[in-house]
């Protein structure tokens, strides 16, 4: 489904790669949405989890952007040089954006990852995906935003996807 299709009004967790293409401006479609929830449109939900892993993609992407690393093992390269990590900032600004676009973020538990795991093993997904999966359900949620198809395979849940990456 397209993210206009979601109606006014409804809650809706969001997964890392629609923040990612946000503060990246590789989808005009991902802005919108999360304009929509900032708007209070629809309530945004997503986990730690995610907004930790948009914290260290971007600052990956950051890292690449201003030519300190090349691309390719970007993460080895930082753990290697710290000093450029300390030399990163928009990364963390950005991230830090989240909670002020009307979006929650929703704090992972045991329970989750106990019904992760089941996610896993019911529907093949990776770990951080399942986790989110857990978060959504638990919540009582049926809409998820992701660029990511194997949310496609889970029974109940209404993936939404941007079709401009």
């Known amino acids: 489904m397209k993210f206009d299709e979601l109606p006014a009004g ?8 629609i923040f990612v293409y946000h503060f990246t401006g590789v989808s005009e479609e991902c802005t919108r949405f999360l ?3 900032e708007e209070g449109a629809m309530a945004g ?4 989890q995610v907004v930790l892993e948009v ?4 600052m990956m992407l950051e890292a690449v952007h201003k030519g300190l690393v090349s691309p390719g093992n970007v993460a080895k390269r930082l753990k290697d040089h710290p000093e450029i990590v300390k030399s990163l900032s928009v990364y963390a600004d950005n991230t830090l954006k989240i909670g002020a676009m009307g979006v ?3 704090s992972l538990s045991s329970d989750h990852c106990s019904s992760a ?3 896993q093993q019911q529907y093949g997904l990776l770990t951080n995906d399942a986790a ?4 959504c359900q638990d919540a009582g949620c ?4 992701t660029r990511d198809e194997d949310f496609l395979r889970v029974k109940g849940i209404r993936v939404y996807l941007p079709s401009d990456v």
């Open 55 to 58: 914290m260290h993609r971007l």
């Open 142 to 145: 049926s809409n998820l935003a």
């Open 117 to 119: 795991r089941r996610f």
């Open 132 to 135: 989110l999966l857990a978060a």
């Open 45 to 48: 939900y997503t986990t730690s």
């Open 10 to 17: 409804e809650s809706i967790f969001i997964d890392a790669n």
């Open 35 to 37: 304009s929509r929830c």
């Open 104 to 106: 929650s973020v929703v």
